[in-house]
């Protein structure tokens, strides 16, 4: 199967964008991007010291110039930050260049997941179910309206996920 335009995969923090993503770049032997790490590449700061010095209105439109760059690139993998379809506007971006992978969990998942990273700021001082729970209710909407596949990650490896989405795509 050869990729014609981008993938990107989205969803809530923890649900496993980037492990799946590198999944998917080694299987269509293509190249795999992270918004977050262009963002810290081209920033030279970390993603939590960008929140605390810039706000995170300025890393939300660091996203969008993001998806711009990519849009003049080949075709590839990129496993976007946790906010990037929280604006319409890469939304529309990401739909005119490609197509949208929803990858969901639940939040008991979710926590399991990022319960000992220290480098989730929207988590700062609220790594708990509830709190997990409540921020995902306020995304999901906007997550399902910018997909147009939805995959579930609970109880399967990057793999096996990575499976579900190529089967999906032919």
Do not use: W
């Amino acid at each position: 199967m050869k990729l014609e335009e981008h993938l990107f995969l989205i969803g809530f923090m923890g649900v496993g964008k980037t492990s799946v993503s590198r999944q998917l770049s080694q299987r269509l032997q293509v190249r795999e991007v992270d918004t977050d790490a262009m963002i810290v590449q081209r920033e030279g700061r970390s993603i939590p010291e960008i929140f605390e010095q810039s706000g995170e209105a300025y890393f939300r439109q660091a996203e969008t110039e993001m998806l711009d760059v990519l849009g003049g690139q080949e075709p590839c993998i990129v496993s976007c930050g946790g906010g990037m379809a929280m604006r319409e506007e890469n939304v529309e971006k990401m739909k005119d260049i490609g197509r949208v992978v929803f990858l969901t969990a639940t939040p008991e998942t979710i926590y399991e997941r990022v319960k000992d990273s220290t480098n989730r700021p929207l988590l700062n001082g609220n790594m708990n179910v509830p709190y997990i729970k409540e921020l995902m209710e306020v995304r999901e909407p906007k997550y399902r309206a910018a997909a147009d596949v939805i995959i579930a990650t609970d109880g399967r490896n990057s793999g096996q996920v990575a499976d579900g989405i190529m089967q999906v795509l032919e």
